[in-house]
């Protein structure tokens, strides 16, 4: 069966880790809450195939640090980064919101209502300032054969979530989507899609008030992705199983981030969990293995 999660896999498995330095030309406001950091550079070039909502890894060294770049990491023996000869970056995970390969450039928006280490990097960032990342991991697939399509994000994911609805068929986006996000994104999300896209969406005071009945209807095959935090995707993962009886692998569930942990901490734990399931055989591509390793406790 075609499906987010096998196409997903196969992309995953057909895609070379690329990192690129690029220049930093500025960094805005957007919205409120919504910060867009726009790069630029030639190594723009590798990244060859673009997708919508595309995810990478921001390597952000100490602040105070004079030299910014970060050198390419290496895959371990489990395939898994290291960066050897150098004190491991910290990382972040963002999403591509837009690229123009013609003029290399590249913007990433970032929702600005929390005071973690992102903010205080892109604070601390200047023009012509160097920024490393590394990717890219695909977020994003839609078979032909899906008939209705049910996207939810919080603050965090709107931006990918942004990305994906730029990308939709315009039938599908008008007809057949249904588009859950918090009332905290209505004038970023307002600024995506189409007209058909932007009344498919229903904004609510937060991702805990969703109604689950009447989204998904009876029989039709549909394909739902999640991007929030960690407590509401796995309640969010759960009514699209139980509730909506959505394929698991019609169903792609992301948690953003994680209440109580900061990103280091879950990298550090999520680390462990991937280097258990890989010396066990487990696929290190597999969005089922990513999904398992940060919602199950």
């Keep these: 069966m075609d499906s987010i999660k096998s196409a997903i896999r196969e992309i995953g498995r057909q895609r070379p880790l ?7 030309l500025d960094v805005t406001d957007v919205s409120f809450g919504f910060r867009r950091l726009t790069l630029h550079g030639h190594e723009i070039d590798e990244y060859s195939d673009p997708r919508a909502a595309d995810a990478f890894k921001v390597m952000i060294p100490p602040l105070d640090a004079l030299d910014r770049r970060s050198h390419a990491p290496v895959r371990d023996a489990q395939g898994l980064p290291t960066w050897p000869g150098q004190q491991d970056p910290l990382l972040r995970a963002l999403t591509v919101r837009s690229l123009d390969r013609a003029r290399r450039l590249m913007t990433v928006d970032v929702s600005s209502h929390s005071d973690g280490l992102l903010n205080l990097w892109l604070s601390a960032l200047s023009p012509g300032d160097t920024v490393s990342i590394s990717g890219m991991r695909a977020e994003w697939y839609l078979p032909a054969e899906i008939e209705q399509l049910v996207l939810i994000a919080d603050d965090a994911g709107a931006p990918a979530l942004a990305s994906i609805i ?3 068929p315009t039938e599908t986006a008008s007809t057949h989507t249904h588009i859950i996000a918090p009332e905290s994104t209505r004038d970023y999300l307002g600024a995506a899609g189409t007209e058909g896209s932007n009344s498919a969406v229903t904004f609510v005071p937060s991702l805990t008030d969703l109604k689950a009945e009447g989204i998904v209807g009876n029989g039709a095959r549909s394909q739902v992705w999640i991007a929030a935090e960690t407590s509401t995707v796995r309640t969010l993962r759960s009514v699209a199983k139980y ?22 901490d879950v990298d550090a734990r999520d680390l462990e969990r991937y280097r258990k399931a890989l010396d066990e055989g487990a696929d290190m591509h597999s969005p089922q293995l990513a999904e398992d390793i940060s919602l199950n406790d």
Excluded: C, F, P
Aim: aromatic share 10%; no cysteine.
């Design 243 to 264: 509730d909506w009886n959505v394929n698991t692998q019609d169903l792609l569930a992301r948690a953003y981030w994680h209440r109580g942990l900061s990103g280091t």
């Design 18 to 24: 690329i990192t690129m330095n690029l220049d930093v």
């Design 166 to 168: 730029e990308a939709l």
